[in-house]
């Protein structure tokens, strides 16, 4: 029942973009977006609650495919700060969330 | 954001003992806190549910009689690992969820985590 993510690592230069995909086999109530620096908890996003929900934050940005149950993250002109591993939580409609494998992103200078 | 907190954020313990680690809501009420466990590399893994005032819910392969949860009011939820063996060892991260109001809504707040290591 865990989302599956892709891809599973990815290596940037700084100011190249990426995108981060999150698919699920059953019906979303919601997508979670989480970003993890290593030996720390993650660090939540954004939520996207509603399909078709588009929503960003600086030059993070999220979608949401209700139909698909897919969400993808995108990320703009990527910086060092962004580097970290990115994990989807996707819930159902029980009060549980699942995380995805994580994708582990890597921005050099 | 919420606030949570974990004490202690690391223990080393021989194996056979027990360890107790402490999930706090600081500056909300949370009904509902989660227990994650996370190996080197790998995802969050639930391991349970932890309602106040009612038992926790367990995931499946997890062993309730060896992950004790209790959650005695609405900003604290422990978890105790009993019998602690080397295959225990990992990244303990706990979650709450924040109030409707306020804040952003159905989301999970996590904690720093607390890193076990039992020798």
């Known amino acids: 029942q865990q989302p599956v993510q892709s891809p599973q690592a990815v290596i940037l230069r700084e100011g190249e973009d990426a995108v981060i995909n999150c698919s699920s086999s059953?019906?979303?109530?919601?997508v979670h977006w989480y970003r993890q620096k290593h030996g720390e908890a993650p660090v939540f996003l954004m939520i996207?609650?509603?399909?078709?929900e588009q929503k960003g934050h600086e030059k993070i940005s999220a979608s949401f495919n209700e139909k698909k149950q897919q969400s993808s993250l995108y990320l703009t002109a990527s910086q060092l700060s962004y580097s970290g591993t990115y994990f989807c939580?996707?819930?159902?409609?029980?009060?549980?969330?699942?995380f995805g494998a994580g994708t582990r992103l890597t921005v050099k200078p | 954001g919420a606030v949570v907190s974990q004490h202690p954020s690391w223990v080393i313990c021989k194996s056979g003992t027990s360890v107790k680690i402490e999930c706090r809501s600081l500056d909300f009420q949370a009904t509902t806190m989660f227990w994650y466990r996370q190996f080197p590399k790998q995802s969050l893994m639930l391991m349970a549910t932890s309602n106040e005032g009612s038992k926790a819910t367990y995931e499946q392969g997890v062993e309730k009689d060896k992950f004790l949860i209790n959650h005695a009011s609405l900003t604290l939820s422990t978890l105790t690992v009993t019998s602690a063996h080397p295959e225990d060892s990992s990244f303990y991260i706990c979650?709450?969820?924040?109030?409707?109001?306020?804040?952003?809504?159905?989301?999970?707040?996590f904690g720093p985590g607390t890193r076990l290591t039992v020798l």
């Open positions: 059953k019906a979303l109530y919601s």
């Open positions: 979650s709450a969820r924040a109030p409707l109001a306020g804040r952003i809504p159905d989301t999970q707040y």
């Open positions: 939580g996707t819930e159902g409609m029980g009060n549980d969330m699942r």
């Open positions: 996207l609650l509603k399909g078709g």
